[in-house]
Nanobody
Framework: QVQLVESGGGLVQPGGSLRLSCVAS????????IGWFRQAPGKEREGVSC????????YYADSVKGRFTISRDNAKNTVYLQMNNLKPGDTAVYYC??????????????WGKGTLVTVSS
């Protein structure tokens, strides 16, 4: 069955970096876009970034542009989210998700369980 497993979260000081990983199984990653989302305490889930199956298209929320970078290694069945210059406002549970196809505009169908990122001094 389709599984998405996030890892790499943790506690980091403001200005620090983390790299999140999303390992996919149960399907061929090559054919699908993958998105990263986050949900902070008391807030709604929001989209953070997405990468199309072809890698030709990447998307970022305005709040993370210039600080976060999404990438994928299909041979390792893994999508990464490199997060630099982290801010306390980035504190959230981060989820990866897979849509029904190769483009980011398609609705997300499968979700991982999330990894917690805490940015605090």
């Amino acid at each position: 069955q389709v599984q998405l497993v996030e890892s790499g979260g943790g506690l980091v000081q403001p200005g620090g970096s983390l790299r999140l990983s999303c390992v996919a199984s149960g399907f061929t990653l090559d054919y699908y876009a993958i998105g990263w989302f986050r949900q902070a305490p008391g807030k709604e889930r929001e989209g953070v970034s997405c990468i199309s199956s072809s890698r030709l298209s990447t998307y970022y929320a305005d709040s993370v542009k210039g600080r976060f970078t999404i990438s994928r290694d299909n041979a390792k069945n893994t999508v990464y989210l490199q997060m630099n210059n982290l801010k306390p406002g980035d504190t959230a549970v981060y989820y990866c998700a897979r849509p029904s196809g190769g483009i980011c505009a398609a609705g997300m169908v499968y979700w991982g369980k999330g990894t917690l990122v805490t940015v605090s001094s």
